[in-house]
């Protein structure tokens, strides 16, 4: 505990570019694990994961890509001298649905219950062939004053295949699960979508559907869920939202900022795959981190004249000793994407995924430097690309600025558009403020 910057854990080189990859970053009492995959650091994915001579003589490829998943977790834990009941969040993405049921048997077993709120979506596809799952993990070295506590309540739990809790709060923070409008219970539903959260059926003219689902998720999931943990909507400091539609970006903003005045948490806003939520007609999940009120983890925005793709969007969060920055595309201060196009007559001669990270990796040094910190404190990046041949070029803009630094990152290829046009490359990057 003595180090005062992020520690990169277990680094890496992965293939012939030589990637520099840090499996953990440790980080205060912090330890985050980015971009988990069932990869044997050689490979890409291990070779008895995928079992190709004899796929089916062994467990199901899924199940082995899960066990060899939370075996790479665990190694980064222990690098931090923690373990897997100190974990705080997990987020998955999924190459498919089909996924899904086997990675959270593992989970399940593998944590023995002890399942940290956790946002599922599917995506478009994942960074390495044959992988199904890319895991972001974030756990905490326990301390007094900083320790774990669960909080349950029947109606706002999960599934029992699921099986996290309603939320989970350490120190100043309150984890809160990746919430959508399935429903609990005997609500009526359609196709497994709570009816209050849908239009009446035949109602074309009724209103927007994605502005009632969202309505409900907040007022019915999310509000219910932070009072658990005796917060308000007003506590939250950083939100995820995944959404199955792009032309849904603009009418979720407005809905989302109508509960907020000044107090607007930092937001990434995500294209996911279509049907990728656990509801088939499902449209929206929405995770949320918030402060305890009263703590010393308030948020307070940080300004460093940084432009965002959505009215009301703040740049930053600051809350405690964490740095959360909205996902970031390369635009200018009218919201237009950044000259990346690439030049018809010359198409060669330049990448449009360097340019956008050149501008978006500068915005985020902004925002580091304003809240008092540095790239060297990275310990989280999320990169979302309409096109994931487009990583290397990205990766090596992040090498030169950090000056070879190991970078804790996951990589996922979402379905384009994202919000501004012609962007293919959007970044949702924490930082640590020591």
């Not at 756990?139 to 909080?151: N, Q, R, S, Y």
């Not at 635009?331 to 340019?355: E, M, N, T, W, Y």
């Amino acid at each position: 505990m003595t180090n005062k910057n992020a520690e990169p854990l277990l680094p890496v080189e992965l293939g012939a570019g030589k990637v520099k990859f840090a499996q953990g970053i440790k980080a205060g009492r912090w330890v985050f694990a980015t971009g988990v995959m069932a990869q044997d650091f050689k490979n890409g994915i291990a070779p008895d994961v995928l079992a190709e001579d004899a796929p089916h003589a062994g467990l199901p490829k899924r199940e082995k890509e899960a066990l060899r998943i939370w075996e790479n977790i665990d190694a980064v834990l222990r690098a931090a001298g923690t373990d897997r009941n100190n974990l705080v969040r997990t987020d998955q993405y999924y190459a498919t649905v089909k996924a899904v049921p086997a990675y959270q048997h593992v989970r399940r077993e593998f944590l023995g219950g002890r399942v940290a709120p956790s946002t599922s979506v599917t995506q478009q596809g994942l960074l390495l062939p044959g992988a199904d799952m890319n895991i972001q993990a974030l756990g905490i070295i326990p301390g007094p004053g900083f320790e774990i506590a669960h909080v349950k309540d029947e109606s706002l739990s999960s599934r029992p295949t699921a099986g996290f809790s309603a939320a989970l709060t350490v120190g100043d923070f309150i984890f809160v699960p990746g919430l959508t409008a399935s429903a609990k219970g005997d609500e009526p539903h359609r196709n497994g979508v709570a009816r209050a959260a849908l239009l009446a059926d035949g109602q074309q003219w009724a209103g927007q559907p994605i502005k009632v689902e969202t309505e409900f998720i907040i007022r019915q999931r999310i509000m219910p869920s932070l009072a658990l943990a005796g917060a308000t909507i007003d506590d939250i400091i950083h939100a995820q939202v995944y959404l199955t539609d792009p032309e849904d970006y603009s009418a979720f903003n407005e809905t989302w900022s109508r509960h907020f005045a000044k107090t607007r948490p930092s937001l990434s806003i995500i294209p996911i795959a279509a049907h990728g939520l656990a509801s088939y007609d499902g449209t929206i999940e929405i995770n949320v981190l918030a402060a305890k009120p009263g703590s010393a983890a308030q948020k307070c925005h940080v300004d460093a004249g940084v432009p965002t793709g959505f009215r009301h969007q703040p740049q930053a969060v600051k809350a405690g000793d964490l740095l959360f920055m909205s996902a970031q595309m390369a635009i200018d201060s009218d919201g237009r994407l950044i000259a990346a196009a690439k030049d018809a007559r010359q198409p060669r001669f330049g990448s449009r995924a360097q340019v956008q990270a050149e501008h978006i990796i500068d915005n985020i040094e902004k925002l580091c430097r304003a809240a008092g910190t540095s790239l060297d404190n990275i310990v989280r990046v999320l990169q979302f690309h309409t096109d994931l041949d487009e990583f290397y070029p990205v990766y090596k803009v992040w090498e030169r600025r950090l000056g070879g630094r190991p970078l804790p990152f996951s990589a996922v290829e979402v379905p384009a558009p994202l919000p501004v046009p012609g962007a293919t490359v959007m970044i949702e990057a924490w930082a640590y403020v020591p």
